[in-house]
């Protein structure tokens, strides 16, 4: 019997079958995309703000140079409902950049007293604006700015600080000029630490930070100025925006030696007006007193004292010093910068009265005189005046004394007050009444010489009424030319009234006489040829 044995074939099985190389081939595929969208993702921010102004997932962006950075992903509230959180996409270009003093704010139209800006949103949307800052700490929570900066972070400039008393009409925005040419702009302000004054921050774009030394003076051109003094009205002003919305001009003051570029953050004074810059050049004030009479009616604190033409001080106070009437019961106290007097010298107080006293000897006395018809306005003028009355210098702790005169405008109208006064006493209607009784007098006799037909026998009458007219006409050129002269008739005992009385008198007389000789050649014509007979 034949034995038959059963061998089991062995054949090796691959360990991967084909079946699995697409899945394994589809997960490296999808690793490495996943991979690959894990490096072209983002830096995912989240930015708080107080409201999401047209705000819109997916749609809104987020620009840096107008050009697209990033993206809103997603817009939600705040725990505690006050604010709004921002989820935002930055595209990992920018992702190196972003750090602690990264900025953002929302762009929205705005219109202003300096034009209208960012009209384009109302057609593409609301935008979100991304300033990356300085570098620092990297940073993915931020806060958003309320309103967009002035300037931003990379724009060339230096920042400065206005310290001014008060901060009148600038506002953030408000222009800075060099020369009416605008610089800069006002970037915020805020109160001291001791409430005593503002603070206002500037940026001074460059190359005109340049400008800025620490010799500049900085005043405010907010609004339109306008002043009326000696010299006219004069009015100024920067700018239409500057008139709306405020704005501060600065320029390098004369007379220093040393000039030095402003660091950032120096402190400048803010002046109210240009012409307060001129003044701030002065330091050194010693006060005065001066005595008037009358009135200082149009003096009024802040006017100038002036010697020679040249402003060497000002009013800073007037008071009554007593209600009687009784002389030099004003007082007029005044401020005075010897720095004027004596350019380039700081003179102690002692010094400038010890040449107040050598001028006051020499003639030196204050006036108040009027500076202008129209408004009425008056300062106190310093000068020297002939064959003055020699008086003392007052010395004295806190103010020195100073001799005053009366101003001679004034005393040109007491003058012309006491001539009116006297010619108001002149009877001119007595006088006037007598001279018409007399000239009726003497109309009525040549009515009644007419009436009777005597004129022809009135041959040497004629002569003599003539000579009459020709005394009353006389008369009347002396009336005249009295009239013509009242207002040089300021004597008591002037002989203009004298005058006229006795020529109306000598009127009257002569018109008596020739009526006695008309009654007489009534009664007896034939007078006028043989003569009158004499009376026994």
Do not use: C
């Not at 999401?52 to 817009?75: F, P, R, S, Y």
């Not at 100024?236 to 704005?247: K, N, P, Q, V, Y």
């Not at 102690?348 to 006293?357: F, H, K, P, Q, Y």
Request: glycine share 8%; charged share 25%.
């Amino acid at each position: 019997m034949k034995r038959i044995l059963n061998r089991a074939s062995v054949q090796r099985v691959a360990a991967v079958s084909p079946v699995w190389i697409v899945p394994a081939v589809a997960l490296i595929i999808a690793l490495w995309l996943a991979v690959q969208a894990r490096m072209e993702r983002g830096t995912i921010v989240e930015i708080t703000f107080d409201t999401a102004t047209d705000l819109i997932a997916g749609q809104t962006l987020i620009k840096l140079n107008e050009v697209q950075v990033g993206t809103v992903q997603k817009v939600r509230l705040s725990s505690d409902l006050k604010h709004v959180l921002v989820t935002a996409e930055l595209d990992r270009e920018v992702a190196p950049h972003i750090s602690e003093n990264t900025r953002f704010w929302i762009v929205t139209p705005k219109i202003s007293a300096t034009g209208v800006s960012n009209l384009g949103t109302l057609i593409s949307g609301v935008y979100i604006v991304m300033d990356p800052g300085a570098p620092g700490k990297f940073e993915t929570s931020f806060t958003a700015l309320k309103e967009p900066p002035v300037f931003e972070s990379d724009e060339p400039g230096t920042q400065y600080v206005l310290q001014a008393e008060e901060l009148g009409s600038l506002d953030v925005g408000s222009p800075i000029y060099f020369r009416q040419i605008r610089v800069g702009e006002v970037t915020g302000y805020k109160l001291s630490g001791s409430m005593d004054h503002v603070d206002v921050n500037i940026f001074v774009r460059s190359p005109y930070n340049e400008l800025v030394q620490t010799r500049s003076r900085f005043w405010n051109v907010s609004g339109f100025g306008v002043s009326i003094n000696a010299d006219g009205m004069k009015a100024r002003m920067e700018s239409l925006a500057s008139l709306i919305g405020g704005g501060v001009a600065f320029d390098n003051a004369a007379g220093f030696e040393n000039v030095e570029v402003a660091d950032k953050g120096h402190r400048f004074y803010l002046y109210s007006d240009r012409e307060s810059v001129l003044e701030g050049r002065f330091n050194i004030k010693y006060y005065y007193r001066l005595k008037f009479s009358g009135t200082v009616r149009g003096l009024t604190v802040g006017a100038p004292v002036e010697f020679r033409g040249i402003k060497v001080g000002e009013v800073v106070d007037v008071e009554l010093d007593s209600a009687e009437n009784v002389n030099d019961s004003l007082h007029v106290f005044i401020a005075m910068e010897p720095e004027r007097l004596q350019p380039g010298e700081s003179p102690s107080r002692e010094e400038v009265d010890n040449r107040m006293e050598n001028m006051v000897q020499q003639g030196l006395r204050a006036q108040m005189k009027t500076a202008s018809l129209i408004t009425g306005s008056k300062f106190i003028d310093l000068s020297f005046v002939e064959d003055a009355v020699p008086v003392a210098f007052v010395r004295a702790e806190n103010y020195s004394e100073l001799p005053t005169v009366a101003d001679t405008f004034d005393q040109l109208g007491q003058q012309a007050s006491e001539v009116l006064n006297k010619i108001s006493k002149i009877p001119f209607d007595k006088i006037g009444n007598e001279l018409a009784g007399s000239l009726e007098s003497l109309n009525a006799l040549l009515s009644t010489l007419e009436e009777r037909g005597t004129a022809a026998k009135l041959d040497g009458t004629v002569a003599n009424l003539e000579e009459t007219l020709n005394t009353a006409n006389d008369a009347l050129g002396q009336m005249t030319a009295a009239m013509t002269s009242l207002d040089h008739a300021i004597a008591p005992d002037s002989e203009m009234r004298y005058e006229l009385t006795e020529m109306a008198k000598s009127l009257s007389d002569a018109a008596r006489s020739l009526e006695l000789f008309l009654n007489e050649l009534n009664r007896h014509p034939n007078s006028l040829i043989s003569g009158s007979k004499k009376d026994d």
